[in-house]
């Protein structure tokens, strides 16, 4: 099993079990899944050990511990940091003007910035789940 997180497609490769007309048994091949194309599992008897699991990887989200908030001027990312994956969950980006003299501009859009952050951390970070927030910004951001 491979992942690419580039590509978002798992690969699943292993040895032909049963020979059809155009594969010969042993032979290796590789299925492809990828987002957006539906594919059916079927197995005769579920066990509640892989449903669950099935569960877990389609909400990775879930086993997270750590939330980061990734900023700089205008720009922030808000990620969900498991112990194998990093779930991007929301991304900010508004325009902030420069400073200007005499202008309230700048000082208005980044109060705007700052709270499309904080509403964005109180609708996709559970605080009772989540041990830790991280917020990592350049000095002038903070």
Partial sequence: VDFDPDTLQ????GPVREEANHVRMGSYHTLTLELGRNFS???ECWDQIFLDRIEEAC???RGAELAAVVMNTGLAHLCLVTGSLTVV??????????KRTGSSNHSKAVKRFYE????AILRHVDFSK???LLLASPGYVK
């Fill in 130 to 132: 989540i041990k830790c």
């Fill in 59 to 61: 909400h990775p989200e």
């Fill in 116 to 119: 499309a952050v904080y509403q």
């Fill in 10 to 13: 798992v690969r699943l490769s």
């Fill in 41 to 43: 599992i079927e197995k």
């Fill in 89 to 98: 969950k929301a991304k900010i980006d508004l325009t902030v003007p420069k």
